[in-house]
T-cell receptor, first 115, second 116 residues
Framework: DAGVTQSPTHLIKTRGQHVTLRCSPI?????VSWYQQVLGQGPQFIFQ???????GRGNFPDRFSARQFPNYSSELNVNALLLGDSALYLC??????????????FGSGTQLSVL | AQTVTQSQPEMSVQEAETVTLSCTYD???????LFWYKQPPSRQMILVIR??????QNATENRFSVNFQKAAKSFSLKISDSQLGDAAMYFC?????????????FGEGTQLTVNP
């Protein structure tokens, strides 16, 4: 089975533009989470979606939004890009919304550079 | 708010030797879970080992084991018989209770180098 796939792998944008990042979870997984990893830091939680509903939101401005589609894939949108949005954006999927035994599977991320 | 601190930005170990990576966390919760993730140059985060806070017994996965000191809020990772493939960035992570979904709080990471 394919793992978590993210597209594109790399992206260059300029300040003020918007960007859409895409994530396809592992088949059968209904939960998708998004993390931002700035260079030299650990990932920070942005959103979780389960069954197409937002189930958690981290401390990020309203410029960040996401959605989940009926096939459980997800998009992360960032408007009015700032230089500080340059980061690796990681997507993770799991079968369910809760339960400590639910293992998170991460994709290889999208590297966003804002110039 | 919960915080996770990894005080060793870089560590190195000789192949076949043992290394311990440190992690401390701060929480007022009694129900939580702790994890160690590995991030190789491929950037994909890979789960190494996990620990339930209410379990006294330290988790072990082959060459990887943890020393969980709940009162001290410490969660260190020991890698035995280090291999070249263990070289990566290691992140300690915290998750609050069963109801927090997949919201993980990560530390800053420790870059592990394995010398042949």
């Amino acid at each position: 089975d394919a793992g978590v796939t993210q597209s594109p792998t790399h992206l260059i944008k300029t300040r003020g533009q918007h960007v859409t990042l895409r994530c396809s979870p592992i088949s059968g997984h209904k939960s998708v989470s998004w993390y931002q990893q700035v260079l030299g830091q650990g990932p920070q939680f942005i959103f979780q979606y389960y069954e197409k509903e937002e189930r958690g939101r981290g401390n990020f401005p309203d410029r960040f939004s996401a959605r989940q589609f009926p096939n459980y894939s997800s998009e992360l949108n960032v408007n009015a890009l700032l230089l500080g949005d340059s980061a690796l954006y990681l997507c993770a999927s799991s079968r369910a919304n809760r339960g400590w035994n639910e293992k998170l599977f991460f994709g290889s991320g999208t590297q966003l550079s804002v110039l | 708010a919960q915080t996770v601190t990894q005080s060793q930005p870089e560590m190195s170990v000789q192949e076949a030797e043992t290394v311990t990576l440190s992690c401390t966390y701060d929480t007022s919760e009694s129900d939580y879970y702790l994890f160690w993730y590995k991030q190789p140059p491929s950037r994909q985060m890979i789960l190494v080992i996990r620990q339930e806070a209410y379990k006294q017994q330290n988790a072990t996965e082959n060459r990887f084991s943890v020393n969980f000191q709940k009162a001290a809020k410490s969660f260190s990772l020991k890698i035995s018989d280090s291999q070249l493939g263990d070289a990566a960035m290691y992140f300690c992570a915290y998750r609050r209770g069963e109801t927090s979904g997949s919201r993980l709080t990560f530390g800053e990471g420790t870059q592990l180098t394995v010398n042949p």
